[in-house]
C-alpha cells in the first residue's frame, strides 16, 4: 500500500532552520515527480519545490528559492525538505507527495499525500 509520512515540523524563530522528512513505502519512490506543497488556513495548497526522480531536477517557488532545498536518499526512500533562514511568511501546513504527472506545479496532479507537519515562525 502506497503511503507517505512525513515528520520534523514543529516551532522555530525567524531565521532558524528546519528539516522535514517523507518517507515512503510501496514503490512510489520513483514514480516521475515528487514534491512539498504548504497551505495555510483559508488559502490554496501551494507548491513549495519539487524533485525529478529519474535526474533529481529541482524546482523551487521564488518565495523559498535560496532558503529550501529538496534532496532524496534513495537507500532510504525518503525525500527532505531542508528550510533555511524561515520567515513568519513560512508558517504552514507542509505536504509531500509523489506521483506527480502533467504539469507538477499543481496539487491535483499527484496522487498521492502524506497527512501534513505542522512548521510554525515567530518573529
Known amino acids: 500500500q502506497e503511503k507517505l509520512e512525513e515528520s520534523g515540523g514543529g516551532s522555530v524563530t525567524t531565521g532558524g532552520s528546519r528539516r522535514l522528512s517523507c518517507t515512503t513505502s510501496?514503490?512510489?519512490?520513483?514514480?516521475?515527480?515528487m514534491g512539498w506543497f504548504r497551505q495555510v488556513p483559508g488559502k490554496e495548497r501551494e507548491v513549495v519545490a519539487t524533485?525529478?526522480?529519474?535526474?533529481?531536477?529541482?524546482w523551487y517557488d521564488d518565495s523559498v528559492k535560496g532558503r529550501f532545498i529538496i534532496s532524496r536518499d534513495s537507500a532510504k526512500h525518503t525525500v527532505y525538505l531542508s528550510m533555511n533562514d524561515l520567515k513568519p511568511e513560512d508558517t504552514a501546513v507542509y505536504y509531500c507527495?509523489?506521483?506527480?504527472?502533467?504539469?507538477?506545479?499543481?496539487?491535483?496532479?499527484?496522487?498521492?499525500w502524506g497527512q501534513g507537519t505542522q512548521v510554525t515562525v515567530s518573529s
Open positions: 524533485i525529478y526522480t529519474v535526474d533529481d531536477t529541482q
Open positions: 507527495a509523489a506521483g506527480g504527472a502533467g504539469y507538477v506545479l499543481r496539487p491535483e496532479n499527484y496522487p498521492y
Open positions: 510501496g514503490d512510489i519512490y520513483d514514480k516521475n515527480c
